[in-house]
């Protein structure tokens, strides 16, 4: 990891028509404004107000919230506002499922995240976050988390760790382009 890698210009053999700019290779903790960690509470049943993501409630293979077993945190929510998901929000699980990942969506409503996850809020002005979420769903991804957990005894996947992890990136419009093809 080397700055002459950021330098290194990638361009990619197939594209979208009207885009010629090289890629850029960018670390994930440049794509966000800042990595956070989720509430530490235990689960009570759906309040019918607060949703409460935890990593058993993102689908394994959609990377969909699963609204199967809905719940709500059980704690005071007073403070709760910077648990709150907002739109833009990549979420990682740091144990357990390790690399799952689910974008939120405002469709959801008021979710609260649970502290084994961590929130990745993307930059929007500069980064696509369905860009960057469909960045985790590729085979690169697989093997950052499967080489980057085994380093440790407790196998898990911090913020820092999940910052390091590098991505080829384009111009916004294209990001949002190739985000939006996904997306379908």
Same mark, same amino acid.
């Given at each position: 990891?080397?700055?002459?890698?950021?330098?290194?210009?990638?361009?990619?053999?197939?594209?979208?028509?009207?885009?010629?700019?090289?890629?850029?290779?960018?670390?994930?903790?440049?794509?966000?404004?800042?990595?956070?960690? +989720?509430?530490?509470?235990?689960?009570?049943?759906?309040?019918?107000?607060?949703?409460?993501?935890?990593?058993?409630?993102?689908?394994?293979?959609?990377?969909?919230?699963?609204?199967?077993?809905?719940?709500?945190?059980?704690?005071?929510?007073?403070?709760?506002?910077?648990?709150?998901?907002?739109?833009?929000?990549?979420?990682?699980?740091?144990? +357990?499922?390790? +690399?799952?990942?689910?974008?939120?969506?405002?469709?959801?409503?008021?979710?609260?995240?649970? +502290?084994?996850?961590?929130?990745?809020?993307?930059?929007?002005?500069?980064?696509?976050?369905?860009?960057?979420?469909?960045?985790?769903?590729?085979?690169?991804?697989?093997?950052?988390?499967?080489?980057?957990?085994?380093?440790?005894?407790?196998?898990?996947?911090?913020?820092?760790?999940?910052?390091?992890?590098?991505?080829?990136?384009?111009?916004?419009?294209?990001?949002?382009?190739?985000g939006a093809l996904f997306k379908e």
């Open positions: 990891d080397n700055e002459n890698d950021k330098n290194q210009v990638l361009v990619p053999a197939l594209r979208f028509t009207g885009f010629s700019d090289g890629w850029a290779h960018y670390h994930l903790r440049e794509a966000v404004v800042s990595f956070d960690y +989720g509430l530490n509470a235990p689960a009570k049943p759906y309040d019918f107000k607060n949703k409460y993501l935890r990593i058993k409630d993102i689908d394994e293979i959609s990377r969909t919230f699963s609204t199967a077993d809905l719940t709500s945190p059980d704690t005071d929510l007073v403070d709760s506002d910077k648990y709150l998901a907002r739109e833009g929000d990549l979420f990682f699980a740091r144990t +357990g499922s390790i +690399g799952r990942t689910y974008l939120y969506s405002k469709d959801e409503g008021k979710v609260l995240f649970a +502290g084994y996850l961590i929130r990745g809020h993307i930059k929007q002005d500069l980064f696509s976050p369905d860009f960057v979420f469909y960045n985790t769903l590729t085979n690169g991804y697989y093997s950052f988390v499967k080489t980057t957990s085994a380093r440790s005894v407790q196998p898990g996947i911090n913020a820092q760790e999940y910052g390091s992890y590098k991505l080829a990136i384009p111009s916004l419009p294209e990001q949002q382009r190739i």
